[in-house]
């Protein structure tokens, strides 16, 4: 997996999106971005963030990994790591708008 992800604590997500930590909780919650423990601190790649946004492609992808049995951890991991399909990690793919491509080859995990 990329080793060279941004990281952002909830906090910072919370400044980024220009919303509360409640806010920021129930994104979390509706899946809408995923955060993992890192020395003990809950974050977020900061790729997950579109501007003052979660990246808009991310929820569904998160929901049909873990429909497919992936843990959150599972997820940012398969979403880091080259996926030979693609050509390069699906999160590449996610941040250019091509989802259908990455759902795709996600859906096949099922």
């Known amino acids: ?10 906090p910072d997500v919370a400044e980024r999106l220009g919303e509360s930590l409640g806010r920021v909780s129930r994104l979390l919650d509706e ?8 020395d003990g601190i809950r974050v977020v790649p ?12 991310l929820r569904g992808t998160i929901i049909l990994l873990g ?3 992936f843990d959150d951890e599972e997820i940012l991991t ?9 050509g390069h990690p699906p999160i590449q793919s ?7 491509e990455v759902r795709r080859v996600a859906a096949a995990l099922l």
Request: charged content about 30%.
């Open 67 to 69: 429909d497919a049995g």
């Open 78 to 86: 398969w979403l880091y790591t080259d996926e030979p399909e693609l």
């Open 94 to 100: 996610l941040l250019a708008g091509r989802k259908s």
């Open 31 to 38: 899946r809408a971005l995923l955060a993992v423990r890192r």
């Open 1 to 10: 997996m990329n080793e060279t992800i941004e990281w952002l604590n909830i």
């Open 46 to 57: 900061a790729d997950f963030i579109d501007g003052d946004r979660p990246l808009a492609s």
